[in-house]
């Protein structure tokens, strides 16, 4: 008789170890620890830094999760939020993440993951708090090699148009945009279910108005039967030239 390994295992408690210590942990258990580079928050910024012992988790001690799945560990809090942003520059060599959300956040890591699709997606954890004003913008030391030309996205990585998606074509419900720092590619957000992803995406740049066009398809043989759940997702577009100061989308 083969010995198969288990659909899911349990999480292990990872409170008063290193970070480094936890991420082996998390390996032998045959889960994932977070990967990319991670900055810690010091200063007012985040920045490399040596971490200090685990005190939160993404996922609770104890839980049962799927084989692989991935578990964060924060060292400053005993919770642990996913911080998102809407705006994004590069000033005097730093990267600047702006449109937070309008909690009170203590930070305390960012990761920054490797290009994918033509962007590097950032992750903001923290725990949010109250009794302080929320942060406005939020900067980060990048690492080498990045410049005002790095697209940058937040948390996962902008899907691939597929032009195979020919079935059920729809137009995508548009959640959010924006505009890369070097204005020569804009982030269209949106919302999608199980079955469709990206077939096609296209701008039009009107004196000061981009408008994005998002097309969604499903594989061929697609029966009109999918789950109910809906998705965030992205698409990163070129734009034709830079987008002029004072920009609007439509």
């Known amino acids: 008789?083969?010995?198969?390994?288990?659909?899911?295992v349990h999480v292990p408690d990872l409170r008063g170890l290193t970070v480094a210590e936890a991420s082996a942990q998390l390996r032998t258990a045959g889960l994932r620890p977070e990967s990319?580079?991670?900055?810690?928050?010091r200063d007012g910024r985040f920045r490399p830094a040596a971490a200090g012992r685990v005190a939160s988790q993404s996922i609770k001690p104890g839980a049962r999760v799927s084989r692989g799945v991935t578990v964060t560990v924060g060292t400053t809090g005993p919770k642990l939020d996913v911080e998102t942003f809407g705006r994004i520059g590069f000033e005097r060599g730093r990267i600047a993440l702006g449109d937070l959300s309008r909690a009170c956040v203590r930070y305390d890591h960012a990761t920054i993951g490797p290009?994918?699709?033509g962007a590097r997606p950032i992750t903001l954890w923290?725990?949010?708090?109250k009794g302080c004003a929320p942060a406005r913008r939020v900067e980060l030391q990048p690492p080498a090699g990045w410049t005002?030309?790095?697209n940058a996205v937040p948390v996962v990585a902008p899907s691939r148009p597929d032009p195979k998606r020919t079935a059920d074509p729809r137009r995508a419900p548009r959640e959010g945009m924006m505009l890369m720092p070097d204005r020569r590619s804009v982030l269209v957000q949106f919302s999608r279910d199980a079955c469709h992803g990206v077939m096609k995406a296209s701008v039009t740049v009107r004196s000061r108005t981009i408008t994005p066009r998002v097309t969604l398809g499903a594989r061929p043989g697609y029966k009109g039967v999918c789950i109910a759940r809906l998705d965030h997702d992205s698409v990163l577009i070129r734009l034709p030239r830079p987008a002029p100061l004072g920009v609007k989308f439509s």
């Open 36 to 41: 990319g580079l991670r900055l810690e928050w």
């Open 148 to 150: 005002i030309h790095t």
């Open 1 to 8: 008789m083969i010995d198969l390994p288990p659909p899911s």
């Open 115 to 117: 290009t994918r699709n």
């Open 126 to 129: 923290g725990m949010r708090v």
